[in-house]
């Protein structure tokens, strides 16, 4: 018997809980919560569940956008769940419809981190697509521009341009930059060299194969500009280190970052905050920077320190922030949590924040006893100068137990309100024409 049937034929209530979003985190959720006895029932926005693992990792990470995608399908896939594609929740399910209405025991909100942070200078933005460019967009292009019929944003990346970042998807983003510049430059020699072995092999490697040095092409690259330090890259965490694992985990960023350096060729500013944009004509031509000091972990400007950046494009990559969804309460730009720890939504009892949507973040962490050797291992992976990745940046699975624990303690669903919500979200499945998990999965291929 599948979940929807389970709905209809319950003669007793049941726990069942919303799960918003279908990728690492909101799958993760869904099969925890039905190992609970709860019925999750995920309400995708797209037509594929993989999010950021799709769109959000550069091309180079096949291997492990495959490893997520068997984990993400084995969880969505199972007849305790039911999955619900092409449903934005706020558009074609109205946030209070879903949370005061249907009587859900409760929702876990796993839509993930998917917009662009701003650039934090004034008047930046009245320039995007006029010289700047945000991360997300960026990536996206990279990974479907070889798509047959691809019609999205299209990117001429000029040399010498700059990142404003730090954390991980900056440093894939300086690799996009430099990749792409360097297989242009061989390009114009009549040497067509496949970007994601050359990301595999290094950018030296593959010249030297080929008999050629760096000078001989005359590229200078990407610069990435950082407004702290080198170790105090958000690249790896840990929970509550001791100093000694403080330490650690700074030598570990250094080397890693170092690494990165050496294999693509990146230049690394520390220490440098973006202060103010140039401006030629309509468009923005680079960024007046001023150095910065941390000082009890807060970054503070030097007064007097500014220097100017002349750039043809300037990338933004300075993290990503979930989409507003009327109904939800926010603070700042994330969500408003009473409890951090927990991830309860402020003012909506039985609403629980997951994954990037709770922090924005995509750092590694691990709370194990050896994490700072674990989570040195696995960003040296991910970011192509280790072993072969064997995780994502956000595995949360303890953070999904401890929520799907919270989700099952709500109350439980009707028997009336679960028969109508099987009415409804068989309606919802014919709408879009979905019959089957494996079907649908099968049918929606990858862009």
Same mark, same amino acid.
Not at 357 to 370: E, F, P, Q
């Given at each position: 018997m599948n979940a929807v049937q389970a709905l209809r034929d319950a003669t007793e209530p049941k726990l069942v809980v919303a799960i918003i979003g279908g990728a690492v985190a909101g799958s993760e959720a869904a099969a925890a919560c039905a190992a609970r006895g709860a019925i999750p029932v995920v309400f995708e926005q797209g037509a594929r569940p993989y999010g950021k693992i799709e769109d959000g990792l550069p091309?180079?990470?096949?291997?492990?956008?495959?490893?997520?995608?068997?984990?993400?399908?084995?969880?969505?896939?199972?007849?305790?769940?039911?999955?619900?594609?092409?449903?934005?929740?706020?558009? !074609?399910? $109205?946030?209070?419809?879903?949370?005061?209405?249907?009587?859900?025991?409760?929702?876990?909100?796993?839509?993930?981190?998917?917009?662009?942070?701003?650039? $934090?200078?004034?008047?930046?933005? !009245?320039?995007?697509?006029?010289?700047?460019?945000?991360?997300?967009?960026?990536?996206?292009?990279?990974?479907?521009?070889?798509?047959?019929?691809?019609?999205? $944003?299209?990117?001429?990346i000029p040399d010498e341009t700059i990142v404003v970042g730090g954390g991980l998807a900056s440093i894939d983003v300086v690799k996009i930059v430099n990749l792409e510049l360097y297989a242009r430059a061989l390009r114009a020699r009549d040497i067509e060299v496949d970007i994601v072995e050359m990301e595999i092999k290094g950018i030296p490697r593959t010249l030297e194969a080929l008999g050629l040095r760096a000078e001989e092409l005359g590229v200078k690259g990407c610069t990435l500009y950082y407004r702290r330090r080198k170790e105090d890259m958000p690249l790896a965490s840990a929970d509550n280190p001791t100093p000694e694992q403080l330490a650690k985990l700074q030598n570990a960023r250094v080397k890693i970052m170092d690494r990165v350096i050496r294999k693509y060729f990146v230049k690394f500013e520390e220490l440098s905050r973006p202060f103010h944009t140039i401006v030629e004509g309509d468009r923005l031509t680079g960024i007046r920077f001023q150095k910065t000091e941390v000082v009890d972990g807060r970054v503070r400007g030097l007064e007097g320190s500014e220097f100017d950046v002349d750039a043809p494009m300037v990338i933004s990559s300075i993290g990503s922030i979930p989409r507003p969804i009327e109904g939800i309460p926010t603070k700042g730009e994330l969500y408003y949590y009473d409890s951090w720890d927990t991830g309860e939504v402020h003012g909506l009892p039985g609403v629980f924040g997951l994954g990037n949507?709770?922090?924005?973040?995509?750092?590694?962490?691990?709370?194990?006893?050896?994490a700072i050797e674990i989570v040195e291992k696995v960003v040296a992976a991910y970011l192509g100068v280790g072993d072969e990745p064997v995780e994502t940046p956000d595995r949360v699975s303890a953070d999904v137990d401890a929520v799907a624990k919270q989700a099952a303690a709500g109350a439980a669903m009707s028997v009336d309100a679960m028969r109508t919500l099987a009415d409804r979200i068989e309606q919802r499945h014919e709408e879009v024409g979905y019959q089957s998990f494996p079907t649908w999965i099968n049918t929606h291929a990858s862009r």
């Open positions: 091309r180079w990470h096949e291997k492990l956008r495959d490893k997520e995608y068997v984990k993400i399908n084995d969880n969505l896939g199972s007849d305790a769940v039911i999955f619900v594609p092409n449903t934005e929740i706020g558009t !074609a399910l $109205p946030w209070d419809e879903l949370y005061r209405e249907i009587g859900f025991s409760a929702v876990v909100l796993a839509n993930g981190a998917w917009r662009d942070r701003r650039l $934090p200078v004034e008047g930046a933005d !009245a320039y995007e697509g006029r010289g700047l460019v945000y991360q997300n967009e960026l990536v996206y292009w990279f990974n479907h521009y070889d798509d047959e019929g691809y019609d999205g $944003p299209v990117f001429e949507v709770l922090t924005g973040k995509g750092n590694i962490r691990d709370s194990r006893a050896n």
